[in-house]
Antibody
């Protein structure tokens, strides 16, 4: 059974760095084609893809936030970490992590429940 | 960047009716997925490859289209189908989503 769970702070101050962790089970980066992505959703708005990290440690970022994002992984812990620097109130959103099986297509087949993050002083 | 435009923004129908949701892409691609999202929940994958149903998805849900025009059809609407639906292209990064169609009970 594939599961993903996001964790991190619920409240972050402007200009700080937001660090979120995705802990997953039911699959492994030891398997070719396994990837984890991050997507966010501001309150009442649409989904926005942020970043992806692959089984071979390739990384991809959305263009508009590339300079502020960093994605990494800890294979031994089955975790993926997303960092977003210099946060602003517009970064307030629910952040989801989700799995991609690149061997079948780069769509998100399993999602975490999401974590709501508010940026406010 | 591939822009996806969904229509209509809101669709009001009754249980038992058929819903037709549209997604138009700014560039040709056939790597399109559809997701359902209910309030307070994560999106759920319904359709990938424009027309392939994901595991466990009822056959009331069907996807069609190619190139730049795609459709999600939901037949015989059930009460649990009323939600927001998003399309997503995964042909190339940055992956992009449409703005969503809200399917509400009439």
């Amino acid at each position: 059974q594939v599961t993903l769970r996001e964790s991190g702070p619920a409240l972050v101050k402007p200009t700080q760095t937001l660090t979120l962790t995705c802990t997953f089970s039911g699959f492994s980066f030891d398997t070719a084609g396994m990837c984890v992505g991050w997507i966010r959703q501001p309150p009442g708005k649409a989904l926005e893809w942020l970043a992806r990290i692959d089984w071979d440690d390739d990384k991809y970022y959305t263009t508009s936030l590339k300079s502020r994002l960093a994605i990494s992984r800890d294979i031994s812990k089955n975790q993926v970490v997303l960092s977003l620097t210099d946060v602003d109130p517009v970064d307030t959103a629910t952040y989801f992590c989700a799995r991609i099986r690149a061997t079948t297509g780069n769509y998100f087949d399993h999602w975490g429940q999401g974590i709501m993050v508010t940026v406010s002083s | 960047e591939i822009v996806l435009t969904q229509s209509p923004g809101t669709l009001s129908l009754s249980p038992g009716e058929t819903a037709t949701l549209s997604c138009r892409a700014s560039q040709t691609n056939n790597y399109l997925a559809w997701y359902q999202q209910k309030p307070g929940q994560a999106p759920r994958l319904l359709i990938y490859g424009a027309s392939r149903r994901a595991s466990g998805i009822p056959d009331r849900f069907s996807g069609s289209g190619s190139g730049t025009d795609f459709t999600l059809t939901i037949s015989r609407l059930e009460p649990e189908d009323f939600a927001v639906y998003y399309c997503q292209q995964y042909a190339r990064t940055p992956y992009t989503f449409g703005q969503g169609t809200k399917l509400e009970i009439k």
